[in-house]
């Protein structure tokens, strides 16, 4: 789990620049993510189309487009709750990491988070990515605490 400290943009940020995710991003956001899903190990928690719809309809993602208008990636926020608002998901598909289009898609998120009065902007990542620790280091995210999930079969639990 981090907490964002002081908001530190990227810098310098890639050619482009952020935009609500609308109707007309929908099949786009189904596939990231499906492909996010996949790539953290959740398999299907939540129906892809459920998940874009819910996103859409409350303006929770934000696209890095680049200057052409084409989406590189992409950063959401869950709802406030108890003055906090998470960051999640976070994507940028494989072929485009490495151009800092993730930090520049966080950083939009995490300024409009703060600029809504929240308390407090988190968000959870895997300890096992280093790319993803140092970027939202670098942003301002500072750790709090580790967390273990466990997961646990009916002939487990029973």
Known sequence: LYRLGTLTE????PPGGP???VEADRALLRRWHDEFSASVGLGTV??????ADARIAGGGITLWETPDGTPVAMAGTGPQV???VRVAPVYTPPHLRGRGYAGAATTEVSRAALASGVDEVLLFTDLDNPTSNGLYQRIGYRPVADFDVHDFTEEEAG
């Open 19 to 21: 935009r609500i995710a």
């Open 46 to 51: 939540r129906d892809s189309a459920e998940w």
């Open 10 to 13: 990227p810098g310098p940020l």
């Open 82 to 84: 108890a003055g906090q």
